[in-house]
T-cell receptor, first 116, second 114 residues
Framework: AQKITQTQPGMFVQEKEAVTLDCTYDTSDQSYGLFWYKQPSSGEMIFLIYQGSYDEQNATEGRYSLNFQKARKSANLVISASQLGDSAMYFCAMRGVVTGGFKTIFGAGTRLFVKA | EAGVAQSPRYKIIEKRQSVAFWCNPISGHATLYWYQQILGQGPKLLIQFQNNGVVDDSQLPKDRFSAERLKGVDSTLKIQPAKLEDSAVYLC????????????FGPGTRLTVT
């Protein structure tokens, strides 16, 4: 069975510092995708970054980078130079294969608080 | 490009009543998803459509939930009869292709069952 685990219910970071949000996953698929989404208090899910299981380089998108360690089955999100607007829920997700297509499962999320 | 549209944004009903949510995906997106997000949890996939066919509905409580995507465009999710535990945000998302790198989410419908 596929599973996503986010063990940090809440995290605090000082503005302008970097923060790492943890995500581990479990799957027997050889090909899969890993995602991070941000959900502000407004409720809308915002795509941040994607990493394919065969990608050798860690994905980066602006201030976001994904620290992908395949052997450890971890896909941590690193946010550099935190901003007050980064305060939100962050969800790790995995896309795996099901009969007839693909299926995405989400972790429970980590709430990030950025302090001024 | 217009985003994923959902309506209504908020709905309050009593238990045992019925309710329907509507979603219009981004134009051209073949895959449409309905998620249920209970407060404090991550989204849980209820049903996934590829055009107007169902790819996965393994977590849809079929005794009370139903969904359709006529003509492979917009979609309706219905709950009948509603239970207290159905109180949640119902998110609709779409992607260009089934294994697309990114799902685009709508603003969600917040359902409260009293």
């Amino acid at each position: 069975a596929q599973k996503i685990t986010q063990t940090q219910p809440g995290m605090f970071v000082q503005e302008k510092e970097a923060v790492t949000l943890d995500c581990t996953y479990d799957t027997s698929d050889q090909s899969y995708g890993l995602f991070w989404y941000k959900q502000p208090s407004s409720g809308e899910m915002i795509f941040l970054i994607y990493q394919g299981s065969y990608d050798e380089q860690n994905a980066t998108e602006g201030r976001y980078s994904l620290n992908f360690q395949k052997a450890r089955k971890s896909a941590n999100l690193v946010i550099s130079a935190s901003q007050l607007g980064d305060s939100a829920m962050y969800f790790c997700a995995m896309r795996g294969v099901v009969t007839g297509g693909f299926k995405t499962i989400f972790g429970a999320g980590t709430r990030l608080f950025v302090k001024a | 490009e217009a985003g994923v549209a959902q309506s209504p944004r908020y709905k309050i009903i009593e238990k045992r009543q019925s309710v329907a949510f509507w979603c219009n995906p981004i134009s051209g997106h073949a895959t449409l998803y309905w998620y249920q997000q209970i407060l404090g949890q991550g989204p849980k996939l209820l049903i996934q459509f590829q055009n107007n066919g169902v790819v996965d509905d393994s977590q849809l409580p079929k005794d009370r939930f139903s969904a359709e995507r006529l003509k492979g465009v917009d979609s309706t999710l219905k709950i009948q009869p509603a239970k207290l535990e159905d109180s949640a945000v119902y998110l609709c998302a779409s992607s260009l292709v089934p294994g697309g790198d990114e799902q685009y989410f709508g603003p969600g419908t917040r359902l409260t069952v009293t």
